[in-house]
């Protein structure tokens, strides 16, 4: 059975850094793209930003483009969304999200596994 688990959530300030970790188990192979999803509350979830099995295809929704760096370690099953310059409308869960494409998009229902969340808040 494939498990993620995501860490490094936190609550920080406007303007600092934090780095989300997902851990995949169950999988015997890579050949798996990820995703991160969030939501926030009173709101649907959406689409953070994705990378194909590889590591070298990556997509982000235009509100975190130049912000966010997505990346993984399949040496590790890892993936990782390295979060900057946070603003308080990045406060949300943030969920990671396996697919079973190589390239997973920015839908949900693209993906076959989540993570149970990691709780993301930023203060003013």
């Known amino acids: 059975q494939v498990q993620l688990v995501e860490s490094g959530g936190g609550l920080v300030q406007a303007g600092s850094s934090l780095r989300l970790s997902c851990t995949v188990s169950?999988?015997?192979?890579?050949?798996?793209?990820m995703g991160w999803f969030r939501q926030a509350p009173g709101k649907e979830r959406e689409f953070v930003a994705a990378i194909n099995w590889r590591g070298r295809t990556t997509k982000y929704a235009d509100s975190v483009k130049g912000r966010f760096t997505i990346s993984r370690d399949n040496a590790e099953n890892t993936g990782n969304l390295q979060m900057t310059s946070l603003k308080p409308e990045d406060t949300a869960v943030y969920y990671c999200?396996?697919?079973?494409?190589?390239?997973?998009?920015?839908?949900?229902?693209?993906?076959?596994?989540w993570g149970q969340g990691t709780q993301v808040t930023v203060s003013s």
């Open positions: 999200a396996a697919s079973e494409s190589i390239f997973g998009g920015s839908r949900g229902d693209e993906y076959d596994w």
């Open positions: 169950g999988r015997t192979s890579n050949s798996y793209s």
